[in-house]
Antibody
Framework: EVQLVESGGGLVQPGGSLRLSCAASGFTFSGYWMSWVRQAPGKGLRWVANIKGDGSASYYVDSVKGRFTISRDNAKNSLYLQMNSLRAEDTAVYYC??????????WGQGTPVTVSS | EIVLTQSPGTLSLSPGERATLSCRASQSVSSSYLAWYQQKPGQAPRLLIYGASSRATGIPDRFSGSGSGTDFTLTINTLEPEDFAVYYCQQHGTKTFGPGTKVDIK
């Protein structure tokens, strides 16, 4: 059974940094693209970034380019999102998501991030 | 950028009725890339339909997807109490989601 467990969310001041982690199990982690998708309070879903299975390629939504960095450690079956220069508009629940078959096939339960002074 | 529009914004129905949800793309989308997700309050989204019409593992057959090009439809036959939720369509090429349709109890 695929399991994705996020951690690292919390309250941070504007301009601050946070590192999210996602522990994956139940599948061959290195064989899949992985994404972070976020959902602002009361809003819809927005893809943030993804990374190829071997870590050789990554992509970002324009609004986080230069501020967020996605990475992975296949030896630890873990996905990360380093978030710097955080803004109020980054406040959201962040989901770790496994990609597969041109879909977001499996989702973690999410970790909340609040950017506020 | 491909923009997805979903209608209606809210659909008020009773258990046992049929729900028909629409997703329209601003330009033609490969059917292979069109998916539907269900999200209940306080829960993560769940994949329902991929490739526009294929049900994901464990999804009941009352859920069906159809469409091609710019117009796609999610149909829920005989609504069950657990089906009242928000439904999102998504285009995987640019990872774009629609704004969602809320199906609530009439």
């Amino acid at each position: 059974e695929v399991q994705l467990v996020e951690s690292g969310g919390g309250l941070v001041q504007p301009g601050g940094s946070l590192r999210l982690s996602c522990a994956a199990s139940g599948f061959t982690f290195s064989g899949y693209w992985m994404s972070w998708v976020r959902q602002a309070p009361g809003k819809g879903l927005r893809w943030v970034a993804n990374i190829k299975g071997d870590g050789s390629a990554s992509y970002y939504v324009d609004s986080v380019k230069g501020r967020f960095t996605i990475s992975r450690d296949n030896a630890k079956n873990s996905l990360y999102l380093q978030m710097n220069s955080l803004r109020a508009e980054d406040t959201a629940v962040y989901y770790c998501v496994k990609e597969g078959g041109y879909t977001f096939s499996h989702w973690g339960q999410g970790t909340p991030v609040t950017v506020s002074s | 950028e491909i923009v997805l529009t979903q209608s209606p914004g809210t659909l008020s129905l009773s258990p046992g009725e049929r729900a028909t949800l629409s997703c329209r793309a601003s330009q033609s989308v490969s059917s292979s890339y069109l998916a539907w997700y269900q999200q209940k309050p306080g829960q993560a989204p769940r994949l329902l339909i991929y490739g526009a019409s294929s049900r994901a593992t464990g999804i009941p057959d009352r859920f069906s997807g159809s469409g091609s090009g710019t117009d796609f439809t999610l149909t829920i036959n005989t609504l069950e109490p657990e089906d009242f939720a928000v439904y999102y369509c998504q285009q995987h090429g640019t990872k774009t989601f629609g704004p969602g349709t809320k199906v609530d109890i009439k």
